[in-house]
C-alpha cells in the first residue's frame, strides 16, 4: 500500500481560495489513481474529486464542479485540491485515498484501498 499524508487545511472565509496537498510514499504513486473525499460533522464522507494514473482523467461531485480542480505531480508523487470560491458548506475534513482500482471513476470511497490522515477545512461566513 502506499503512505498517504494530507496537508493545506486552515480557516478562510467564504469565497476565499485554498489548496490541499497530499504526499505520497512507499509504492510507485503513478500506479495509482487519486482521490479526495470530505466528512463534515454529523454527515456520512463523500466523494469530492478523482484523478486518473496520468492526469488525463478528471471526475467531480456536482457540489465542486466548476470551483475545485485536482491534479498530480508524479515526479514530486503529490496530488492537489485547488479550491476556489469556498462556501461554509465546504467546511470539513478533507481526505486524500489511493486505488488501483479502475473503478475510480465512480467516486466510491470503498474502492479505495489507501487513506490519509485528514486535514481540517473550515470556510466561515
Known amino acids: 500500500q502506499v503512505q498517504l499524508v494530507e496537508s493545506g487545511g486552515g480557516l478562510v472565509q467564504a469565497g476565499d481560495s485554498l489548496t490541499l496537498s497530499c504526499a505520497a510514499s512507499g509504492r510507485t504513486f503513478s500506479g495509482y489513481a487519486m482521490g479526495w473525499f470530505r466528512q463534515a460533522p454529523g454527515k456520512e464522507r463523500e466523494f469530492v474529486a478523482v484523478?486518473?494514473?496520468?492526469?488525463?482523467?478528471?471526475y467531480y461531485a456536482d457540489s465542486v464542479k466548476g470551483r475545485f480542480t485536482i491534479s498530480r505531480d508524479n515526479a514530486k508523487n503529490t496530488v492537489y485540491l485547488q479550491m476556489g470560491s469556498l462556501k461554509p458548506e465546504d467546511t470539513a475534513v478533507y481526505y486524500c485515498a489511493a486505488t488501483t482500482s479502475v473503478r475510480y471513476a465512480y467516486g466510491r470511497g470503498g474502492d479505495f484501498g489507501s487513506w490519509g490522515q485528514g486535514t481540517q477545512v473550515t470556510v466561515s461566513s
Open positions: 484523478i486518473g494514473w496520468s492526469g488525463s482523467r478528471t
